[in-house]
């Protein structure tokens, strides 16, 4: 049996085994090829306001004029994004990557302890954040080397003058992105030679020790795994003919890299819905797009599935759904096929491969159950825990190598010895079974790892917060099953002697430390913790338990 067997399903689909990682020097020129070519087309819709590729290069470009000649930025440099699904988001990150910068990609949700690590750790000294998110920059700024403060606000890069929450008064030295733009258009833009090794994204991702860790994405990362996809779906990237929703963030690497970047250099257009927790709101965009694409997680398909309008939706259009951020369910999927006709498409993926390993391809015509091929020119192999090789059909720790592999965790030396194979493969974590076809199978994952609403929370991190809460002597935090979201987290609390600690009080401490989704739903007291014989936790015990 081949090592490859998902290679004779590609011959007998007319996939490619293989695709030009370096067809464009740059992700640089590949979107400036779509908006010369796409330029009068509508490329980003939000808030009643369209885009054309032609606004979005001359802003663009504006704002990289305006990063260089009033901050100084030089090729290299980190800055900071902490923006929703607003228009401001795909004008923002082209002037950054027109100036060489490098986008440090910021959850708007984050709490002042969670944010002042990851501008800390990337370097950061300039931020573009949204008005909404200043009080939480405000402070944790005295932990950072933030000099450069820019606030967005919904309408900005649009006619609209759009409300917006205050900036901040603590924060004094800020200029709006609007002024920015606007004094960017009479400067002259230095032009900057990029190639495919350039850093072009640090897109963090939760860590197990309780801190996130920067993958550096480079040009060439996002260059490959832009046709790989091309490649696995091409029924589906139809030049200047498709419309894409994007609700989920731009600021994940599934939103940025599919939605944005791969339809970018189609010509789509692009629908950004900055909130779909306001589920009216959701439902009527998809009525005014009528989408031939769309891209969600699980919980979000659910929670579509249930809206008692979606059926006002017409969803003639639509030529593909697909899935990721966490595990489809059947279920989900069959409900989203009676109402819109099309199956959600699920694939596979990390922050570290940028992001997509495999996808269910165009000839798959139901729900599989897999999370589909590995892409063109991407290797999965599949390692026991002595690092061998498993037999086909069984289960291994999915180990990928290809174009859109990280280069590492950004300043992580350590972390990245213990997360490739000597012979140069990204250790996912995550355990799975390939087909005879070659269809990845996932059948568990990394062994503590939560996945709340397809947001990643790794517990030793909520442990860490717990633990810092008077009255708490020690905890484990686990995952239990969530109708709503999938997974909810359990912390199990043994309190200090004497104390008289609540969940309430507890649960107060989490959110001021956490943003909302890893914040634990449930709270139970218990006498004491199963351990190993070395004092380990046995955070399994506890889950099976449940």
């Known amino acids: 049996m081949s090592t490859k067997p998902w290679l004779a399903t590609y011959a007998a689909n007319n996939i490619p085994a293989s695709i030009n990682a370096d067809a464009y020097p740059s992700v640089m020129h590949m979107m400036e090829e ?11 819709c939000a808030f009643g306001q369209t885009l054309s590729y032609a606004d979005v290069d001359r802003q663009s470009a504006a704002f990289a004029a305006w990063l260089q ?7 290299g440099d980190r800055i900071a994004v902490m923006v929703p699904n607003f228009i401001a988001f795909p004008i923002v990150f082209l002037g950054i990557a027109r100036a060489g910068a490098v986008q440090v990609n910021v959850n708007p949700l984050y709490t002042p302890r969670e944010l002042a690590h990851q501008l800390k750790d990337s370097g950061s000294e300039t931020i573009v954040i949204f008005t909404g998110a200043t009080p939480t920059l405000a402070e944790a700024l005295s ?11 919904p309408g900005d890069g649009t006619p609209a003058a759009l409300p917006s929450p205050a900036v901040d008064a603590r924060l004094t030295h800020t200029i709006t992105l609007a002024d920015a ?6 400067l002259q833009r230095t032009p900057v030679s990029l190639t495919g090794q350039d850093l072009l994204f640090l897109q963090y991702t939760g860590g197990t020790t309780g801190l996130s860790k920067g993958a550096a994405l480079t040009h060439r990362n996002l260059v490959a795994n832009v046709a790989q996809y091309k490649a696995i779906v091409p029924s589906a990237v139809r030049p200047g003919q498709e419309v894409v929703v994007t609700a989920i963030p731009l600021y994940h690497i599934f939103a940025l890299m599919v939605n944005f970047l791969t339809y970018f250099t189609v010509g789509a257009k692009n629908w950004l819905v900055a909130n779909p927790r306001d589920m009216d709101g959701f439902v009527e965009v998809l009525k005014q797009s009528r989408p031939s694409v769309f ?15 979606i059926g006002e939706v017409d969803f003639s259009n639509l030529r593909l759904s697909g899935g990721g951020g966490a595990a489809v369910l059947g279920a989900t999927s069959d409900r989203w096929k009676a109402i819109t006709g099309t199956f959600i498409r699920e694939g596979y993926g990390l922050s570290e491969t940028s992001p997509v390993v495999s996808f269910n391809p165009a000839s798959i015509q139901d729900f599989s159950g897999t999370t589909g091929l590995p892409l063109p020119d991407t290797d999965v192999k599949l390692l026991d825990e002595s690092g061998q090789a498993v037999a086909l059909g069984e289960s ?3 180990c990928v190598k290809g174009p859109q592999v990280m280069q590492g965790y950004w300043n992580q030396p350590e972390a990245n010895a213990a997360a490739f194979t000597p012979d140069g493969y990204f250790r996912t974590g995550d355990v799975g079974v390939i087909t005879p076809e070659g269809f990845l199978r996932i059948v568990d994952r990394k062994k ?17 917060v717990a633990t810092a809460c008077p009255g708490v002597a020690e905890c484990a935090c686990v995952g239990v099953p969530d109708e709503k979201t999938g997974e909810a987290l359990k912390l199990f609390v043994v309190r200090a002697p004497g104390a008289s600690l609540t969940s309430d009080e507890l649960v107060a401490h989490c959110r001021a430390g956490l943003t909302a989704y890893k914040v634990p739903k449930l709270v139970a007291f218990v006498d004491a913790l199963p351990k190993s014989t070395v004092g380990k936790i046995l955070r399994r015990e506890l ?4």
């Open 34 to 44: 779509a908006m010369a070519q796409y330029a009068d087309q509508p490329a980003f």
């Open 69 to 75: 000649q009033h901050l100084d930025v030089k090729k």
């Open 143 to 153: 932990a950072t080397d933030i000099r450069n403060v820019v606030t967005v606000s």
């Open 181 to 186: 733009l606007a004094q960017g258009a009479s």
């Open 295 to 309: 891209m969600g997680v699980n919980t979000l398909y659910a929670g579509l599935s249930m809206h008692p309008r």
């Open 396 to 398: 291994g720790e999915v």
């Open 448 to 464: 503590d790892m939560v996945i709340v609403s397809g947001f990643n929370v790794f517990p030793n991190e909520i442990e860490a």
């Open 543 to 546: 889950r099976d338990a449940n």
